[in-house]
């Protein structure tokens, strides 16, 4: 239907229908069309800035996924580096202990990556749980790679452990099991000749000369001759870094070189060098170190024994040398 527009005329007091023009009417349409756009206009703008675009709404859901999948990730890489540590505790504390091989250390386990390595995810959404998460699985990969040569070694460690087993000094250096032969054992004790404290290195036995003196365990003869401060003095490599020295010898029954095992007769109790009476001085050493000799008799002595042994190796006692 056709519009009818009426005006309302106040002196007659009624509603008087108009005609409109072309012009008008054009202007009028024209009014409605603009009002119409901006309407439009307002709420696709409202719209768009509330809800986004399609392809936004799309961006933003694919985001929160992969967000959420990193949570996850990192979850599960926290777990994975929480096993692997309990498996390195017993990697160190059980297995290399049993097999006496020295732990791996930190600076190797947990050795990580520059951080330039990480720069290239600086420019991402969600940069820093990015690199969270690559910074850890990184860890992962590298401590798993260290762990796998470190149970490489125990398993050679393990095929070599008889061996092992037949060269580690096990048993007293002359027959003692008695114990009454202990004279002096390893610390601070007082110089016999100087009257002043020193550190003894080893452990001493009372001795009549010639008292045949034993192998420990299985090695190879370093050296078999003279020392100063030792006298006649023998030294074993076993191997696996352990090595004995038995000094003040009055005879020597082996020469460099030779082949020896354990309970082998490599010579005889003297007091040669500096000493003040027949006696062994007997040093292990391991990996370089001089340690406790005590510690190294388990095949030679009952359990009561070597706690009577260690009892007796604790006190001054005697020293001869």
């Known amino acids: 239907m056709r519009k009818v527009y009426y005006i309302y005329n106040p002196r007659t007091r009624t509603y008087d229908r108009i005609y409109p023009t072309i012009r008008q009417r054009i202007l009028s349409i024209v ?3 603009f009002y119409g756009m901006g309407l439009g206009a307002g709420c696709f703008l409202v719209f768009f800035f509330l809800f986004g675009s399609p392809s936004e ?3 933003r859901s694919e985001n929160a996924r992969m967000e959420a999948q990193y949570n996850v990730l990192t979850k599960q890489l926290d777990d994975a580096l929480t096993v692997l540590a309990d498996i ?5 504390n059980l297995y290399r202990v049993v097999l006496q091989a020295d732990p791996i250390a930190d600076g190797i386990r947990h050795a990580s990556y520059k951080e330039g390595r ?6 991402m959404a969600n940069a820093d749980l990015v690199m969270s998460t690559t910074r850890k699985l990184d860890l992962l990969r590298r401590q798993l790679y260290i762990q ?4 490489d070694e125990v398993v050679n460690l393990c095929k070599e452990h008889d061996e092992m087993l037949l060269c580690i000094p096990a048993i ?3 027959a003692n099991k008695d114990l009454k032969q202990t004279a002096s054992g390893y610390g601070v004790r007082v110089d016999p000749i100087y009257k002043t404290t020193k550190f003894h290195s080893g452990m001493d036995f009372s001795a009549n000369p010639g008292t045949d003196v034993y192998a420990t365990g299985n090695g190879t003869v370093v050296s078999a001759g003279w020392e100063t401060g030792y006298g006649n003095t023998i030294e074993i490599n076993h191997g696996f870094g352990y090595r004995t020295r038995y000094a003040h010898l009055q005879s020597i029954k082996v020469k460099a070189g030779q082949k020896v095992v354990r309970g082998e007769i490599i010579g005889g109790v003297g007091s040669t060098g500096k000493s003040t009476g027949p006696h062994l001085h007997y040093e292990v050493v391991v990996k370089g170190q001089k340690v406790n000799p005590v510690n190294y008799y388990f095949m030679d002595l009952s359990a009561e024994d070597y706690d009577k042994m260690i009892q ?3 006190n001054h006692g005697k020293v001869y040398d």
């Open 118 to 123: 990480y720069e290239e995810f600086m420019d």
């Open 172 to 174: 007293q250096p002359i």
């Open 57 to 59: 709404k799309e961006l």
């Open 312 to 314: 007796m190796a604790a």
């Open 88 to 92: 390195q505790q017993r990697d160190d």
């Open 148 to 151: 796998s040569k470190s149970f």
């Open 31 to 33: 009014r409605r069309l």
